[in-house]
Each structure stands twice: as structure tokens, then as C-alpha cells.
């Protein structure tokens, strides 16, 4: 039972590049997030999805992009990375509905842009 | 939006000694969650706890929602527990949370 999975663990990426971080999940959760995570700061959400198929809007979803196709994949994109974009992203899952529970989080995604 | 404030911002205790974290947030909330990011960065769910009160070893955490206040108490502390706590919180549906900036722990020997 790998719980939340995160790949890739580390990248560099130049400015202007793209790359797409994968989040998989084997809980069976419904809601699925993107956190990032700044030096000195707390967690802050990207986009989140509340189910197969959607997807919406967090707190800093300028310059990415997700997708969920599968209930236990949730993909962010890069389009066009920038410097202000190296961060450690943070993928979780939760049940939801009448069964919000805790999240789980992955072990994170540590991306620098030059 | 809610604001969450933690404190204190850095603790440093000896082996052994207890300790209570403070999560202050300033609206009602429907889900509120003690996290631990180790050293390794790590993020662990610790409790989910919007009301009441919930003890898993060592550790505990109390609610208090109609004063917006949360508490997360650790006992008997050892070097294991070093790291940053979290509290986090959601208001609405879809249980976004909203972290505090944390409060990091040292714990000497």
C-alpha cells in the first residue's frame, strides 16, 4: 500500500521549459490537492479536485495547470516555468463527503527553475 | 480569507520535557488538522480534529471551536519529535485547507 506517490522527487528546469509533476494515489480518495511549499512559510493551495473529471482553482493558481482523468491520478503543469515557481510541491488526498478524514500527503517534489 | 496563527514560531526544549503548541484561527471552521513535516520534509497527519479532543500516545490536541483556538500537547518529548507543526484549517467544502506558518521544534538531548 503505497499511500500518495510523487514523481519526480527533484528537477531543475530552465526558464521557459515545461514539465508535468504526477501525483498517484491507491485509497481510493475522492478529493485530491497541490499544495506548494516556500522557505519560512506554511503550505498554500494550487488547484485541488473533487472527483474524477474536475477540477478548480486554489489560492496561487497562476502559471499552472491540472488534470484528473483518473480518480487516483492528479497531474500539475508547468507551461512556461519561472524562477518564482521553484518551490517543494506537496500532492494529498482525502476522502470526501461524509468521510473527510485527514490528508495524506506525498513526500514532495523539490523544483528549482535557473 | 481565514487567517491561521501559530505559536510559538520556534521552540527549543531537553529530552523529556512537555509542550503545548497554540493554533489560533479567526472564523469557524469544519476541519481542522495537526500536521508534523520531519527533517526530511515529510509531512504527517497527526489529528483531525474540528472539535473536542483526541490523544494517540504521546501526543494530543484539543479544540476549543467556539473560541477558534486549537491546542496540540506533547508529552515526554525525545530528539524523534524534532521538526515543524503545522495546524490547518477549512471552512468551506471541498476541505481546502489553510496552514498556519508553523511552529519548529528542536528537541535536544
Known amino acids: 500500500n503505497a499511500g500518495v506517490t510523487q514523481t519526480p522527487k527533484f528537477r531543475v528546469l530552465k526558464t521557459g521549459q515545461s514539465m508535468t509533476l504526477l501525483c498517484a494515489q491507491d485509497?481510493?480518495?475522492?478529493?485530491m490537492y497541490w499544495y506548494r511549499q516556500d522557505p519560512g512559510m506554511g503550505l498554500r493551495l494550487i488547484h485541488y479536485?473533487?472527483?474524477?473529471?474536475?477540477?478548480a482553482k486554489g489560492e496561487v493558481p497562476d502559471g499552472y495547470n491540472v488534470s484528473r482523468l483518473k480518480k487516483q491520478n492528479f497531474l500539475l503543469g508547468l507551461e512556461s516555468a519561472a524562477p518564482s515557481q521553484t518551490s517543494v510541491y506537496f500532492c494529498?488526498?482525502?476522502?470526501?463527503?461524509?468521510?473527510?478524514?485527514?490528508?495524506?500527503f506525498g513526500s514532495g517534489t523539490r523544483l528549482t527553475v535557473v | 480569507g481565514i487567517q491561521v496563527e501559530q505559536s510559538p514560531p520556534d521552540l527549543i526544549l531537553q529530552e523529556g520535557a512537555n509542550s503545548t503548541l497554540r493554533c489560533n484561527f479567526s472564523?469557524?471552521?469544519?476541519?481542522l488538522q495537526w500536521f508534523h513535516q520531519n527533517p526530511w520534509g515529510q509531512l504527517i497527519n497527526l489529528f483531525y480534529?474540528?472539535?473536542g479532543t483526541k490523544q494517540n500516545g504521546r501526543l494530543s490536541a484539543t479544540t476549543v471551536a467556539t473560541e477558534r483556538y486549537s491546542l496540540l500537547y506533547i508529552s515526554s518529548s525525545q530528539t524523534t519529535d524534532s521538526g515543524v507543526y503545522f495546524c490547518?484549517?477549512?471552512?468551506?467544502?471541498?476541505?481546502?485547507?489553510?496552514f498556519g506558518t508553523g511552529t519548529r521544534l528542536q528537541v535536544t538531548l
Open positions: 485509497m481510493n480518495h475522492e478529493y
Open positions: 480534529i474540528p472539535s
Open positions: 472564523d469557524s471552521v469544519n476541519n
Open positions: 479536485s473533487v472527483g474524477e473529471g474536475t477540477t
Open positions: 494529498a488526498s482525502s476522502f470526501g463527503g461524509t468521510g473527510i478524514m485527514g490528508y495524506t
Open positions: 490547518a484549517v477549512s471552512t468551506g467544502t471541498a476541505s481546502k485547507l489553510t
